[in-house]
């Protein structure tokens, strides 16, 4: 029998956020760990980006999106790649599109149902009414072609928040590498710099339908990176997620799945490592693309531990979640309402009133990831 | 001189190691084991490519005189009962040692003994002298005894007398019987011939019968004699269940089909219909208490009782389709249950448990052990005679070739397989379906309400060179079952023989054979 | 074999080959020998071998149309007086049934393509569904009740591991042993049969079967016997009361699996069940037993299926209630009505699971209280949807229509209450259908549902193609070609079938939606609802039958062994020689008691040998 593992209560982490710890334990384990995992993610968030924006932008509407993870690159070579899976697997960036859309939550989801987001969808209709196909389809089912464009705005705004938090990644471990970063809490501070920084960045999608543009999502519509986009994508990805196949029945009578999805927790936070590779557990998708691109001295201190390469899979999902913790962290850190060594009694209370509300959240998830070993 | 070197390599194999200078590893003196029972092997299949299928006599004979007095002599063959069983000791016991990398205590002594059974199983299955048989049956207990004992588990003691004491009846009741037969015939040779009998009135015959009957009951085991298996098979390590559930078992089923059918043909025909309903028994007995198990290594060992069941029935049966049938369940449940007692022994050495009340999921494929999940769903399934696998065919011609002559007791019989089926799916649906754990789940929260982590499952990992025997024993097992014609073509014109035995027999005695 | 056979009829034996290669070619990945690639190329291999079946399907039956039927057979397994034999029967029916499952086969891995397209383990699905495959290609051109049982098990355990594909989910772990258990109870009794046909009549080929039982050797209690046995195979697979209940819980496994279980794999049962009905014909008892099976499963299958509220189930029941009426039709020596209605169910029961499939995939929900108002965002879904509706009931003439029109024209005369029987489960299937057209694709979106895109090109391009073979069903089927012709029946018939749809889908209209899990507050209603809902509380009463009586037989011979067999034994030892003290000797101890037992064992033996020869 192994001794049981407590997990934090709600208010030992609402009292970390306030006092301005990380949930994430201090250790020099847990910071190679972090910032490994990172700059591999960035990797593959970099691809992922690329793609989103790629599929958004010239593959916008396409029936048969056959070759839409080429990137526009249609070489030999590149198909062989493809052929023998030798690839990232962008179909995980689609479920995280799929989660963020589905969930509908957040700025840009209220923006898909305003009268100016079906008059821009209408345009775009007319521009693509000489396609036949559309042409039938669109009368007897229409909202086909607005539900396709939501989708599509989805996927390029998510591609526009992958770019940052790519490029971000990718600068901590260089921060780490050159000695800016070394402790867990550089690292949060390091990631909530980049999330304000980043906060008010515009988001804007316009499509090119023959040699005229038409804008999906225009600048007027106010769409900002922090609010309208990572917000959405942390209820959406880290928090909510989706139920897998592979671990909860779908079966109606089971009722194993909440009907209101707001009481969801199969996110990022919430899920359990231990099946990953395992049947029905789509992040496994992500662990393999970031297996792939693993820094050197990450992967040599997963081949030290426990099975080395045979469950190296497992290992890099709970160091994720580690850093999913950290990325977590300095989203509210950065999003608090006031600042934390404030002494006004109304800001504190505000700020406890916050953190407790987060708190609450996190304590469901898989806290005992955040413990130093 | 083709025999004789099946005796020769494991007996001189065994005196070699134990005289091993030094104070060698165990590794060391497994290698070495490795190398004789290798030689075994190969030799086994050189007397395989020597040997005639289509005879249905005794083949390669050799002869000797040892101790005429008492009616003892040296005299060894083979045919198509023994050969596909020589086949299964060799193939097994290899595994056997192969598997026996765990064996840090006393290995030279340990190794010994593997050697010692092996040798003592080939010679009592070629022997062709009652005595000599008795002799050899015996030899092999002594060492078996000890590898419980001494390489046992935490009730070892318990479990090592238990199975002493039994076989120890075992051999006295078939001792008994031989020595039975020599004093009514007046015959101080124990040769082996069906006619002997033929001059002893029904009753003799059937007490003598009888004798036999119940000692190698003992050993297969049937039902009610079988209640050493489980504790044996429970204590013993893992090498050590192999060699009992894939060969030492056969010693029993192998005397029921050589002696009691062999050299009682009038007695055995007459008792058929009793015998087929004691088989379907200790069938469903086997069948239904396997259910009710929760160590899987028990499990296992109460579906050893059921399967050999249908050795019985087949036997009791003695048509020629069943008899071969009875041939291929012996080296189906040879391989099958060596096995199922291998991959259980990888999943004890991981976890520690072998309750199924308490392991989970163990099919996880980064943390547990999907190999081992795989093979012995494959294992499982070839237990419970689904097609395409050996245990199927074996299954199949035991219950035509009894259908007709016992149609009751073969339809109960076909009821256990199919509850093999239960119990075998509950133990792959329970230990390796559903979230890893080998504990109890903790509970949720503490009694104040804090929440419980999760337990993160580490298990040591299994190099694939420990699988290598598993994965060899499953292809034989799905190579059986989609060609079954060579392990058919081994033993048929035997099998046929035996099953026309009755009828030789009773023509024989008559005199229209001689005129 | 004969030499002058063409090439692809000689070698119709790799057929079913193709699909179990794909378990070979599938284990680099599977197996996880190859680490840092995806799996992905195992599914386009097993695609490929699909592919390859359905064309050199295609090849053969073109040329068994030019030629007439042939038959392959190679030694399998002779001794004694058994022969068992490999054998084919290369007839026009069995290749277009073997053309139906590739085909439904490799459109359903494509859809899988799309449906799992998150899924990691996917080498071992294709693995497994190419085994399916492989095992149904057998099955429906085998010539030999052999082969078939062989196959049948073969599918069985399939079946169990595509169930249990998710094997960490909870309810997969219940459903796969079910699944498995159900079936192996029907394989167990069919195995009896077998073994007893084996037994009695020789060779195993259908034709030799045949001849046997023409031959009128049998008593009628063993006809009798043997025709239950015989039945009980087809109908664990065809998931008839009462071993339906595997069915249902099968939902659990994936949908691309779904789609070939509720269409090709019951079609694989029945067609096993249509190859020994001369044999059944022997037993009035059995034919009855057919009839009884078939009706209460179309009548039971249809209503339970109204009552349920998961997408997936409220059509996996129906599948039970259309093969409820293939029994019938088989009962009724009937084949070639029931090959039609095999063919017209399999095509749009397909179509009608992917377009389920698609609704999951969007809503990430089967529950269609919790969906609404898809209708106007996804048109090849609803499209499929709708077009399978209409296969599958007689409103419009597609395939059942015909089928229906068929059935109820020849049974009017010769059986008109299972005339009724077919015209109400028509009736039923159009309410159920309706049913869930108005919860799920009409109405408002419901939170679930708000956004809900098209499936993927993967998912979408399989459920058009399949919508256009199931438009085309009349023309497939007048080419089975039906003595009469498809559409020998009055206009009054045909206006029975119509009005028979019509009506029912227009009780489905008249009543409200319910948009949650909604129960009736009169009590004799909600008694209904919750007896059907839950399939009249089948596996309630398997558990207090079935499940008690082994558990406790296995309890009590647990018991009688650990007390009775076992305590006698330690009595036993208690009283003798060795005492309690000697069972807890140690080990040097023991040692020496063997030594000394051996020894006076040995003494023994030369006493009294010197005794009897001195």
């Known amino acids: 029998m192994t001794t049981p593992v407590l997990m934090p209560t709600i208010e030992q982490l609402a009292d970390r956020l306030l006092q301005g710890q990380t ?193 999906v999502l225009p600048p007027e519509a106010g769409l900002s990176f922090l609010a309208d986009v990572a917000v959405p994508y942390v209820e959406a990805v880290f928090l909510r997620g989706m139920p897998f196949l592979g671990t909860v029945s779908f079966n109606a009578q089971a009722q194993a799945i909440s009907h209101d999805q707001s009481q969801f927790a199969y996110g990022a936070l919430y899920a359990d490592p231990l099946p990953t590779m395992g049947a029905g557990i789509p992040p496994s998708l992500l662990m393999q693309d970031m297996y792939r691109h693993l820094p050197q001295a990450l992967h040599d201190w997963y081949r030290q531990r426990t099975r080395g390469e045979g469950d190296v899979h497992v290992k890099i999902c709970m160091s994720f979640q580690k850093s999913m913790f950290c990325v977590t962290n300095a989203a509210i850190n950065g999003t608090m309402p006031h600042p934390l060594d404030s002494g006004d009694a109304q800001q504190q209370a505000a700020n406890r009133a916050y953190a407790q509300s987060w708190a609450t959240r996190l304590a469901a998830g898989r806290t005992d990831c955040l413990a130093a070993t | 001189m083709m025999l004789s070197p099946l005796l020769l390599i494991p007996f001189l194999g065994a005196l070699g190691l134990s005289l091993w200078p030094g104070n060698p590893g165990p590794d060391q003196v497994r290698r070495g084991a490795l190398v004789v029972l290798g030689l075994q092997l190969a030799w086994s299949l050189w007397v395989l490519a020597g040997f005639d299928p289509a005879l249905s006599g005794m083949q390669m004979g050799e002869s000797l005189d040892w101790v005429q007095s008492l009616g003892l002599s040296y005299r060894l063959g083979v045919d198509g009962l023994s050969m596909p069983l020589l086949l299964v000791n060799a193939g097994l016991t290899f595994v056997s040692a192969f598997a026996s990398g765990s064996v840090s205590q006393k290995p030279k002594l340990y190794f010994a003994l593997l050697l010692l059974i092996s040798g003592a199983v080939n010679g009592a299955f070629l022997a062709q002298n009652l005595l000599l048989f008795f002799l050899f049956y015996e030899l092999e207990l002594i060492p078996l005894w000890l590898l419980i004992s001494v390489w046992g588990g ?17 051999g006295m009741l078939i001792l008994g019987a031989f020595l039975g037969l020599a004093l009514v015939t007046g015959q101080v040779d124990f040769s082996l011939t069906p006619v002997l009998s033929q001059q002893l009135g029904m009753g003799t015959q059937l007490i003598l019968m009888g004798a036999l009957l119940i000692g190698f009951g003992i050993k297969i085991p049937l039902f009610p004699f079988h209640t050493w298996l489980p504790d044996a098979h429970t204590e013993a390590s893992t090498p050590v269940s192999v060699l009992l559930a894939g060969v030492l ?16 043909p009038d007695a055995w025909a007459r008792m058929g219909p009793y015998l087929a309903i004691w088989a379907a028994i200790s069938v469903l007995y086997g069948s239904l208490a396997a259910i009710a198990q929760r ?80 093979l012995m769903i494959m294992g499982v399934m070839a237990s419970a005679g689904l097609p395409g696998m050996a245990g199927f065919i074996s299954e199949f011609l035991v219950f035509r070739g009894s259908l007709e002559a016992y149609p009751l007791p073969t339809l109960l019989s076909m009821v256990g397989s199919g509850l093999t089926a239960v119990y075998f799916l509950l133990l792959v649906n329970r230990a390796f379906f559903g979230r890893l754990a080998i504990q109890s789940a903790l509970p949720a929260t503490t009694p104040t309400g804090q929440r419980i982590a999760p337990i993160d499952v580490q298990l040591p990992s299994v190099p694939l060179l420990e699988q290598l025997p598993s994965l060899v024993l499953t292809a034989l097992i799905v190579l059986v079952g989609l060609v079954p014609g060579g392990l058919a073509q081994l033993g048929e014109a035997t099998t046929t023989a035996m099953a026309q035995m009755p009828e030789l027999v009773a023509a024989i005695a008559s005199g229209s054979l001689i005129s | 074999m004969t030499p002058a056979l063409p090439l692809p009829l000689q070698f119709a034996w790799l057929i079913p080959l193709y699909g179990f290669s794909g378990v070979v070619l599938s284990l680099p990945w599977a197996a996880g020998w190859i680490k840092r690639n995806g799996p992905r190329p195992a599914a386009y291999l097993n695609l490929l071998a699909t592919l390859l079946a359905f064309v050199h399907g295609s090849v053969a039956m073109r040329e068994v149309f030019l030629t007439g039927p042939q038959a392959l057979s190679f030694e399998w397994l002779q001794v004694a007086d058994l022969h068992l034999a490999i054998s084919l029967d290369l007839s026009p029916t069995n290749l277009i049934a073997l053309e139906l499952v590739t085909s439904l086969s490799l459109l359903g891995q494509f859809f899988g393509l799309g449906y799992l397209d998150k899924e990691l383990s996917l080498a071992r699905f294709y693995a497994l569904v190419g085994f399916f495959e492989g095992a149904m290609s057998g099955v429906v051109i085998s010539g030999s009740l052999f082969i078939s049982y ?80 015989l039945i009980a195979g087809p109908t664990g ?55 009884t099976i078939g009706s209460i499963s179309a009548l039971g299958g249809s209503l339970v299926s109204i009552a349920q509220v998961d997408m997936k189930r409220a059509f996996s029941y129906t599948t039970t209630s259309y093969m409820g009426l293939v029994f ?287």
């Open chain 3, 237 to 291: 697979k065809c998931a008839q009361f009462p071993m339906h209940l595997w069915l249902d819980e099968a939902m659990e496994g994936p949908n691309p699996a779904s789609i070939l279980r509720n269409s090709v794999v019951v079609t694989c049962g029945a067609l096993v069940l249509l190859k020994v009905m001369p044999i059944l014909q022997q037993s009035p008892v059995a034919t009855s037993v057919l009839l």
């Open chain 2, 154 to 170: 935490a009730n070892r003691a318990y479990a090592a007398t238990k199975f002493l004491i039994f076989t120890a009846v075992s």
């Open chain 3, 328 to 614: 019938i039709a088989i009962a009724l020596q009937l084949p070639s009505l029931a090959l039609l209605l095999l063919f017209a169910h399999a095509v749009a029961k397909a179509l009608l699971m992917m377009s389920v499939g698609s609704v999951i995939a969007t809503t990430n929900c089967q529950d269609i209280t919790e969906l609404g108002g898809l209708g106007g965002r996804m048109p090849a879904t609803t499209g499929a949807y709708l077009v399978a509706g209409a296969g599958l009931t007689g409103l419009l003439p597609l395939g059942c229509f015909w089928c229906f029109g068929l059935a109820t024209d020849v049974l009017a005369q010769q059986a008109p209450l299972f005339a009724a029987v077919f015209l109400i489960t028509n009736a039923l299937m159009a309410w159920n259908l309706t049913r869930v057209y108005r919860q799920v694709f009409l109405g408002a979106p419901q939170p679930k549902t708000k956004r809900a895109p098209e499936v993927n090109w993967q998912m979408a391009l399989p459920m058009v193609a399949l919508s256009v073979v199931v438009v085309l069903t009349p023309a497939l089927l007048t080419k089975l070609n039906p003595v009469p012709g498809i559409n020998s029946f009055s206009p009054a018939v045909a206006a029975a079938v119509i009005g028979s749809s019509a009506a029912g889908g227009l009780v489905a209209c008249l009543l409200p939606v319910h948009k949650s899990y909604a129960r009736s507050l009169l009590k004799p209603v909600r008694f209904l609802q919750d007896l059907l809902a839950f399939d009249f509380y089948t596996d309630r009463v398997y558990r207090l039958t079935i499940v008690n009586l082994v558990s406790g037989m296995a309890r009590l011979t647990n018991w009688v062994d650990q007390v009775v067999v076992n305590g006698f034994v330690n009595r036993l030892g208690r009283f003798s020689l060795v005492s309690a003290d000697g069972l807890k000797l140690s080990v040097s101890g023991q040692t020496q008691t063997y030594v000394l037992t051996a020894l006076i064992a040995v003494v023994l033996l030369l006493a009294s040998l010197n005794l009897v020869f001195g």
């Open chain 3, 150 to 229: 062989f196959l049948l098990e073969m599918l069985t355990l399939s079946t169990y591991l595509l169930v249990g594909f998710w094997y960490a989910q909870p309810l997969v772990v219940t459903a796969a042993r079910d699944a498995f258990l159900t079936k192996r109870v029907g394989d167990v009794l069919l195995l009896m049969a077998v073994v007893a046909l084996s037994a009695w009549a020789g060779g195993m080929d259908f034709n030799h079967l045949y001849e046997w039982a023409a031959s009128g050797s049998l008593s009628p209690l063993a006809a009798t016997l043997l025709g239950l046995g």
């Open chain 2, 295 to 374: 160590d899987m290594k028990r499990m296992v060992a109460y579906s050893s009782v059921g399967h050999m069941g249908y050795v019985l029935l087949a036997a009791a049966a003695a048509t020629p389709v069943s008899l071969l049938g009875a041939v291929f369940q012996m080296v189906t449940h040879g391989l099958i249950s060596a096995l199922l007692f291998l991959l259980v022994g990888v999943v004890y050495r991981t976890t520690g448990t072998r309750d199924l009340e308490v392991l989970r999921g163990l099919l996880n494929p980064q943390r547990g052990l999907p190999l081992t999940g795989s």
């Open chain 2, 249 to 264: 078992l056969k010693l029993g089923t192998y005397g029921l089909l050589r002696f009691c059918l062999g050299l009682f």
């Open chain 1, 23 to 215: 949930l994430l334990d201090q250790s020099d384990d847990h910071l190679l760990e972090v910032v490994g995992v990172l700059e591999s993610y960035g990797v593959v968030l970099n691809a992922y980006s690329i793609n989103l924006i790629f599929q958004a932008e010239r593959q916008f509407l396409n029936p048969f999106p056959v070759f839409r993870f080429f990137d526009g690159d249609l070489n030999l070579g590149k198909w062989w790649r493809h052929v023998t899976h030798d690839r990232i697997n962008f179909e995980y960036a689609e479920y995280c599109q799929k989660a963020m859309l589905w969930h509908a939550t957040g700025g840009m989801d209220a923006y898909f149902d305003s009268e100016a987001f079906k008059a821009n969808c209408a345009a775009i209709v007319r521009a693509k009414g000489r396609d036949p196909l559309l042409a039938v389809l669109n009368p007897l089912f229409p909202n086909f072609i607005p539900e396709l464009i939501r989708s599509a705005a989805t996927t390029h705004a998510l591609g526009q928040f992958w770019r940052v938090m790519s490029d971000l990644f990718l600068d901590l471990a260089a921060a780490e590498r050159d000695g800016r970063v070394r402790t867990i809490a550089d690292v949060v501070e390091f990631i909530k710099q980049g999330l304000v920084a980043a906060a008010a960045n515009p988001i804007t999608y316009a499509v090119t339908i023959g040699a005229e543009q038409f804008w």
